[in-house]
Every structure is written in C-alpha cells, then in structure tokens.
C-alpha cells in the first residue's frame, strides 16, 4: 500500500492537472449518466420565452433553486405556456452547461400540479384559441344526416366505448362503428388521440365512398381534471378543428368540459349521448314516418265518414225521386237524334249517288275516242306548221350564206389574178 502511494508521488499521469473544460465534460457525463430521467415538483419562477422557441425558467421549492430550460424541440408537446408562481411537475435530466459551468435540468415534459393550476392553464389555452375563433359557430361542420360508419376514438377498454356500441346497437340498424383505439390519459395520450384523427381523415381520402368514415366521436368516461387534461391539449384542438370529418366531443360527465367541446362541431355530455346523437335523425325520421301513418289513417277515417253522411244525404234528396223521369226524356231525345242522323245520312247517300253517275257518263268510250280523235288531228297540225317553219328558217340562212360568200370572193387576191397580170423587167433583168 505504501509503495503504490510512493509511486503515485512520482508519477507524472496522476499529477498532470485537467483543464476546466475536461471537468466540465466528465461532470457533465456524470450527471447525465446518474439522472438520465428524473421527476421534479416545484414552483416556476424567472420564465423566459426566447425568441428562438426555447424556455428558460428557475425551478425553486422556497429553500433552493435549480435553473431548467426546454427546448423548442420539446415544448411543443407541453400542453400550454407556463409562467411564474405555477406550480408544475417536470420530467427531464440532468445536465451542464459546459461554457459556464451551470448545471442545469434539460425539460422533456412539464405539468401543472394541483386544480388551481389546471384552471389556470385551461383558461390560458381556451383564450388563445377564442382569440384565433377556432370556437366560432360559423366554422363547425353539420353532422351527416343519416350517418353510415362511426369512428370511435378512444380506449378499447374503457366504459365509453362499450356505452357508445350498446346505445348504437340498441338504437339504430343501419350504422356501422369502427373503433380507433388509442390512450385517453397519460402524458403522450393526447398526441395518440389527435393521430388518430389525423389517421381516420387520411383513411377517407383513399377509401371508397361506401367505406368512409361520416362522423366521428372522440372522447372517455369521466375521471379527474388531470385525468382529462389529453383533451385540453392545443395540438389536438388544432387537429379536431381542421379535420374534415365532423366531431363529436364526448369527455367526461356532463359537468366536465374540455378544450376539444369547444373546438368539436358538437359536444355531447357523456359518450352514450354522443350515440343518441348519431342516432336520434334515424330515431326521428323513423318517429315521423310512424305519426305520418297515424295522421294518414285517422284522415282517411275522416274522409270515409263523410263520405257515408253524404251519400246518405243524397239518397234521401228529391233529386232521386225525379231521377227516373229525366232518364226517359233522355231516352226520347236520343231516340229523335238517331232518325234524324239516319235521315240526313240517306239523303247524303242519294246525293253522293247522283254525282257519281255524272262522272261516269262524262268518261264513256264514245266521248273519250273523239276526245282522242280531235287530239291527233290538232297534233298533225302542229307537226306540218313545225316543218314549214323549219324550211323556212333553213332557206333563208343559205340565201343568207351565200351573199356572205360572194362578198367575200370578190375581195380575194386569186379573183384579181384570174383576170390577168404582167411581169416587166428592164434590160439588166431587174
């Protein structure tokens, strides 16, 4: 033992010093290593929001102080802003900050504790988005008339979900429910509930339209504020808003009421109201065709009574009495019609008859040959002044013809040599 310290006098490894750097880094690794995930309780005091997304704040419990950031990074998921003298429970490590020294806790997640800080928080989230009218009734979507697949948001084993299937099943005969299992409590249940919707909207855009997905209720039993508090979260109030398929928001009883009622386009108070909802137009139309019915039956009830009294009141009228007689004078009127038609009809036949003998003599053969006769001879007649004209025509363009060819035969070159010509030469024969 004695000769390990003496070496330890005279070796150089063990007495070469460390820069602060290198403490700072192995402090760190320590830290890191020893609380790699840790739960702490305490007051916020300083908060900074940096406008780089990060938050800084001085986590204190009334003795001592410990400095905390969360980084944009990991504060997206905190439900809401904090700020000082809110009591919160925060998960997150240890670590250094190396360039001065500090040791810090790196926040992962942060809660507030206790009731008061609930409120304060579901008021803080509730303001923000009445500010961005997310709540505004002009923006929430009708729920489909006569809804034919239901998706269920929420815990498969919960009591909500079998409260919705036994009211559905029990109320209606033609809806379909498909169930879209997540957690509904829990650090990360309200970003599996708001990927749930997101998944049922990407759903609808490929599937058939006899698959879709019309409404869809989101929702769980009762439970405490912290309990609930999945369904304050801003990320799935954003996602409830923007989401195609209308919503329901079922949380809780009747007196809880979360960030998704308000944002939902409507809020049930319990999840077995969310099924009468979806089933109340099938339980109305079918409650309308069924007084429609009454009202028809009681109408033709009427009717037939009325009918009875009067045709009573007619059988006992006078006019009955006088009925027989004005069938007889009836009788006698169409009796004098039909000799008179017969009569005018004679009469008509015997003139058409007249008419036609006229006709045929006009065409008997004697008449039609010499009809024909005088035809040909007129005919001849025509044919020989035809010719004559012809002749006529013909003499005079050859009388015509030949005066044009005298003319020009006395103009001709060969008329005048006929008549004689001479050629004189001088003596060189020129």
């Not at 000082?84 to 809660?111: A, T, W």
């Not at 009762?222 to 928001?249: C, H, K, M, Q, Y």
């Not at 024909?372 to 013909?394: D, F, M, P, W, Y």
């Amino acid at each position: 033992m004695k000769s390990q310290l003496l070496q330890s006098l005279f070796d150089e490894e063990e007495r070469r010093p460390l820069t602060v750097s290198e403490v700072n880094s192995q402090v760190k690794r320590a830290l890191e290593k020893a609380f790699a995930s840790v739960w702490v309780e305490a007051e916020i005091v300083n908060f900074v929001a940096a406008s780089s997304g990060h938050w800084y704040f001085t986590l204190h419990d009334g003795f001592t102080q410990l400095k905390a950031a969360c980084y944009r990074g990991s504060n997206w998921k905190i439900k809401f802003q904090p700020f000082d003298g809110l009591q919160v429970r925060v998960r997150g490590r240890l670590s250094l900050y190396e360039p001065k020294g500090e040791y810090q806790m790196l926040v992962e997640s942060l809660e507030p504790i206790g009731e008061g800080a609930l409120k304060v928080a579901f008021e803080q989230i509730k303001l923000k988005l009445a500010k961005e009218r997310l709540f505004d009734e002009e923006f929430k979507r009708p729920l489909p008339l006569l809804p034919k697949r239901v998706g269920v948001v929420t815990s498969p084993n919960g009591a909500a979900f079998h409260d919705i299937l036994h009211v559905l099943s029990r109320r209606t005969r033609t809806v379909s429910i498909v169930l879209i299992p997540t957690r509904v409590q829990g650090e990360m249940a309200g970003e599996e509930i708001r990927q749930a919707i997101l998944n049922a909207n990407e759903f609808n855009k490929n599937a058939p339209e006899t698959d879709k997905i019309d409404v869809l209720i989101v929702g769980r039993g009762g439970g405490s504020s912290e309990d609930l508090w999945a369904f304050n979260e801003e990320r799935l109030a954003r996602t409830i808003r923007a989401s195609l398929i209308p919503v329901i928001s079922a949380v809780g009883h009747e007196i809880d009421f979360t960030i998704a009622d308000y944002v939902a386009d409507r809020r049930a108070p319990t999840p077995s109201a969310a099924a009468e909802i979806v089933a109340e137009s099938e339980d109305r139309i079918e409650a309308f065709i069924v007084q429609k019915t009454q009202d028809l039956f009681q109408l033709i009830d009427y009717k037939l009574l009325r009918l009875r009294a009067d045709l009573q009141e007619l059988a006992l009228s006078p006019v009955f009495a006088r009925f027989p007689q004005k069938i007889k004078d009836w009788n006698y009127e169409i009796e004098d019609l039909q000799t008179r038609m017969e009569e005018a009809f004679a009469n008509n036949l015997k003139d058409a008859n007249r008419r036609l003998e006229k006709v045929i003599s006009q065409l008997s053969p004697l008449r039609l040959a010499s009809k024909v006769s005088g035809g040909k001879t007129e005919l001849a007649l025509l044919q020989q002044r035809q010719i004559s004209a012809v002749r006529k025509t013909v003499d005079k363009k050859d009388e015509s013809l030949k005066v044009e060819m005298a003319s020009l035969d006395a103009l001709s070159p060969l008329s005048v040599l006929k008549r004689g010509f001479s050629i004189t030469e001088n003596e060189r024969g020129e």
